[in-house]
């Protein structure tokens, strides 16, 4: 009896262990395809948001991205509003009694229409934009050296739409 048993233990014990000798290649599925990076025109954006990137205070260019409430790029932009604010340093009083403590002086360029444009406005990549001055020139308002602090407002205008207009705090001298 332990014979049979023993017999059919080993054989079902072969059977199991016995698998194919084929390899089994394992098979990767290809990555997916990049994001489609959605855009929508300037003109058809029903709303624009503005992130500021990156500024350059010796130069005063700025790099900033627009999108819209989808978070879709917004191409095309020409129309514009962006100022310069210099403010002093916090801390310190003016020297003229008259002075407000809150002073600034301002530069700003505007593009409303095609030709009578100050600055430029170039689009990098969907939605990436750079604006580029010819320089800041915050001695001629300014003499006695006093601004510490520059912050930049841009407005950007499509047919339906434009962004919120916000001084946004953009570096320290």
């Known amino acids: 009896m332990k014979s049979p048993l023993l017999i059919l233990t080993l054989g079902t014990l072969a059977l199991v262990g016995c698998g194919s000798d084929d390899k089994s290649e394992e098979i990767t599925p290809p990555p997916p395809p990049p994001p489609v990076e959605t855009s929508v025109s300037i003109n058809d954006a029903t709303q624009i948001n503005l992130t500021v990137e ?25 129309s514009y509003d962006i100022y310069y604010f210099g403010f002093p340093d916090k801390s310190k009083s003016s020297s003229n009694a008259k002075a407000w403590k809150r002073w600034h002086v301002t530069q700003n ?11 430029k406005l170039t689009e990098v990549k969907n939605g990436q934009y750079q604006f580029e001055i010819a320089g800041l020139d915050w001695q001629s308002k300014d003499p006695s050296g006093a601004v510490s602090q520059i912050k930049v407002a841009i407005q950007i205008y499509g047919t ?14």
């Open 160 to 173: 339906k739409a434009n962004n919120e207009l916000a001084l946004v705090p953009v570096a320290p001298l």
């Open 109 to 119: 360029y505007r593009c409303q229409s095609k030709g009578e444009c100050s600055g």
């Open 54 to 78: 990156q500024f350059d205070p010796k130069t005063g260019t700025l790099n900033f991205s627009l999108t819209d409430a989808n978070k879709a790029s917004i191409t095309e932009a020409t």
